[in-house]
């Protein structure tokens, strides 16, 4: 069992101690496949997932933490079995093999990490309304090589604004190369980057402005 000596190396950056929140992890694929598990390494007891997707083979290589010994399993229960795996009674993780809704129960942290603008919008209708019930949202983006982050406390009406500036249409969206859609570094990286300010909202820092862009092709 963890005890608050198993956490000494990192406490003056993340004290899982005093960490009350829970965390609501919207999508299990590439984005929040390795966030999970970031998340749960860093102290933070209580995550749900909510995905409804099955594990399929051609996920294995942009959805790394996953085994092909997972193929055919809920990615809700895959990743739950991982983190089990990796931190034995550590954290209590809560399948919910569903999509949200504008009516799903949530609260704490959420994170979301879909693969379409039309779920996003129905995410961020759901964040909007219970508002006072999550103090900070991360919704990480991902295409090729270039990724999009966004994280504010939804309380904060401008920064609501700026991002709803963010939500267009599916077809809007930039049509990627064949073959260009993702690929496994993406993946630890936005988990890095997404388990950093959950630290800097941890500790009350400043958040970056959003979006924070990250394009290696650029490189």
């Known amino acids: 069992m963890l005890n608050k000596s198993s956490y000494s190396d990192q406490t003056t950056i993340f004290n899982p101690s ?11 694929g590439g984005i929040n496949n390795l966030v999970g598990i970031t998340l749960a390494k860093m102290g933070i007891s209580e995550i749900h997932i909510w995905d409804d997707d099955v594990l399929e083979e051609r996920n294995l290589p942009t959805e790394v933490g996953y085994s092909a010994l997972m193929c055919g399993e809920p990615k809700v229960v895959a990743m739950s079995s ?3 795996y ?18 799903t129960e949530l609260s704490g942290v959420v994170i979301s990490g879909v693969d379409s603008m039309g779920s996003r919008k129905i995410i961020w209708e759901n964040v ?14 991902s ?46 990286y936005l988990a890095g980057e997404i388990g950093y300010l959950v630290t800097l909202f941890h500790r009350g820092l400043p958040i970056p402005e959003f979006p924070i862009i990250r394009n290696f092709a650029a490189n």
């Open 18 to 28: 005093t960490w009350s929140w829970p965390v609501h992890l919207v999508g299990a």
């Open 82 to 84: 991982l983190i089990y």
């Open 86 to 103: 990796l931190m034995p009674n550590g954290v209590d993780v809560y399948q919910h093999p569903e999509r949200v809704t504008a009516d």
């Open 128 to 141: 909007k309304k219970n508002y006072l019930n999550i103090p900070f949202f991360i919704d990480g983006r």
């Open 143 to 188: 295409g090729g090589e270039e990724t999009q982050l966004f994280a504010f406390s939804p309380a904060d009406f401008q920064a609501r604004e700026d991002y709803e500036t963010w939500l267009f249409d599916d077809a809007e969206v930039k049509p990627l190369t064949c073959g260009a859609r993702n690929i496994g570094y993406i993946s630890a």
